[in-house]
């Protein structure tokens, strides 16, 4: 069998005029090194991409992390600050596929506005800017460092014992980087609290009740994917529930397999 196959959702942007759907390579690298897989850009156009077409045609879906915010009216808080960068397209359609990923058992693994969308999807708020809540850390991106330095380890995060990404690392403590202003607000009803920063803030959670691989961590374990063994150790995992949904796809077992995120 060919090697399973990865959606990875695009940011729709403008360069010179003209209208790009575009992924970081780190992304496009890690699902193919770390996991094992086939990457695939899903662009952001809206519904038309976010359904079963697209889920019929691949085996998993990286949510990717971007420069840009998801849009307040999406979880009922007032307006972005001016200057506020938005996706409007990119949250058309991430969003319901979010929910419907998670309808059809198709692995899923987000990244920092990935893990945002996750919450919001599932009915969650957030904070749209962190650093000015009483006692949270200042959780942006040093923009007078080079991209080595804006990707390396800023702070630890502290692991739930017993959890599913406690499962997958094995230790209760990692460091990780730190690149974003919004932050989890309220938690949505399904997510399950895997990871928090040192301030408490909400950093990695898993979704109870899925039924296959289902994580999403608000850092980016994308950078180092191949050389960090908590970053290896998530997409070695994402890919086996790839694959192992590949198989099923091309006529394996009878049922949809499950790997319990939760």
Known sequence: MSRPIVGITACRIEIDGRVHHAALERYVGAVSAAAGALPLLVPAVGRTVAGDDLLDAVDGLLFTGSPSNVLPR????????????????????????VRRCLERGVPLLAVCRGFQEVNVALGGTLYQHVQELPGMLDHRVDPSLDLAGQYAPRHAVRVARGGFLHQLVGREAIEVNSLHSQGIARLAGRLVVEARAPDGLVEAVSIAGAASFALAVQWHPEWNALKDPASRAMFEAFGAA????????????AETPLLRSA
Request: net charge neutral.
């Open 242 to 253: 790839v694959r192992e949904r590949a198989e099923w796809r091309h006529g394996g077992p």
């Open 74 to 97: 999406h979880y009922d808080t007032p307006p972005s600050r001016p200057g506020t960068r938005h996706d409007p397209h990119r949250d058309e359609t991430t969003l319901p596929l």
